[in-house]
């Protein structure tokens, strides 16, 4: 008999970087061929902006979420239990239920956190007390190995397995960029902690200084900024013929402008930030990444190498940097191609299913919820 895996994992929509791992995670011919899956959705939220939001309807969802998940432990007898947890403010108290409801229910557990904010927390003395119960008895898997300082206090490194993210290869064969005008491109939700505003800042910085480029932004509007905000402060720094807001894309739309962009820019402050998948997708194009060292970025984007690091919301430090290669069209080709190489190598969905396979067999194969 194939092991029974339940996994209470969070599926899109909304669509972030969780939920884009747990469909892969459901969408998986070597997951699924390994173990006996069955899958539940652990989002109880209707849009991104509904995350934080308490009402009726999501008290009503959730415990509607936990009397599905006593069901299908009474009926299935899962071996384990796969949990994607939040880290912190009510999303993590919920997750800390549904961790200690499972418990309740006598299953071994799994997090898997593609979010971080543990360490931030921990001198609350609420939170401390919270954290000490959710991370007793359990195995946690985090994506890069310097993300293990946020749950430190609470959990023994052997009981840490990293697994970095993936995502699909594409049938990519590199072809030379030739915009006569650099074209830059920012891909993520329009939020200000994913470094929107300082963006805007360092390009400002750069037109005043005399650069030419063009700048693509690419994504969903938010409650905090909207297409009528981002205009507005587009036009507050002279920035209309320079930069340009697409909305969101998905498929061949959004491929298109990996393919026409020079330089992909991500200067998040996200303070949840523990991957950046979209660096990955840029990397996948053979672009070269500037970046921040929010959570395990510096572990995909490799200073000097496939990328830039910049200090987080400084504009100045994120102007330089695009200035560099800006003036070095020659060394944005080098550290593309290494991006490419290092995403074929370590962060394709090929990589990351064999790893959470594996993963979920050594935990598996351990005795008991304390080990």
Not at 336 to 357: P, Q, V
């Amino acid at each position: 008999m194939k092991p029974r895996i339940l996994f209470v994992l969070h599926l899109p929509p909304p669509v972030h970087g969780a939920a884009v791992v747990g469909r892969y995670i459901q969408d998986s011919k070597i997951i699924n061929s390994t173990f006996d899956c069955r899958y539940i959705n652990l989002s109880i939220a209707a849009s991104l902006e509904d995350i934080q939001r308490v009402g009726f309807r999501k008290l009503m969802n959730f415990i509607s979420l936990l009397l599905t998940i006593r069901k299908e432990v009474k009926s299935f007898k899962p071996d384990l239990v796969y949990v994607t947890p939040n880290t912190k403010d009510g999303p993590f108290y919920k997750d800390c239920t549904v961790v200690e409801w499972l418990k309740l229910l006598g299953c071994k557990v799994v997090a898997h956190f593609h979010n971080k904010g543990v360490s931030m927390r921990q001198e609350r003395w609420l939170d401390d007390k919270l954290y000490s119960v959710f991370f007793n008895h359990i195995k946690v898997i985090i994506l890069a190995d310097t993300l293990y300082l946020d749950i430190k206090k609470y959990v023994k490194r052997d009981s840490v397995f990293v697994c970095p993210n993936g995502i699909p290869n594409v049938d990519y064969e590199y072809r030379e960029r030739k915009n006569d005008v650099p074209r830059l491109l920012f891909l993520s939700n329009l939020i200000e902690s994913k470094g929107v505003i300082v963006l805007l800042d360092a390009l400002k910085q750069l037109l005043d200084e005399g650069y030419k480029f063009e700048c693509d932004f690419v994504g969903d509007e938010t409650a905090e900024i909207d297409r009528c905000r981002f205009e507005a402060e587009v036009a507050a720094r002279h920035l209309k013929d320079y930069v340009t807001y697409h909305g969101k894309k998905y498929g061949e739309e959004k491929t298109e402008y990996f393919f026409n962009a020079d330089i992909f820019l991500f200067p998040t402050f996200y303070d949840k930030e523990t991957f950046g998948l979209v660096n990955l997708e840029a990397m996948s194009y053979a672009l070269p990444v500037i970046s921040t060292d929010e959570g395990g970025i510096p572990d995909v984007v490799r200073h000097g190498v496939n990328g830039l690091i910049c200090a987080k919301k400084d504009t100045t430090a994120l102007a330089d940097c695009i200035k560099k290669l800006l003036d070095n069209p020659d060394l944005r080709v080098r550290m593309g191609k290494a991006g490419r190489e290092i995403f074929s190598r370590y962060f394709t969905l090929d990589c990351f299913e064999e790893n959470m396979k594996s993963i979920l067999e050594s935990i598996l194969l351990s005795n008991g919820r304390d080990e």
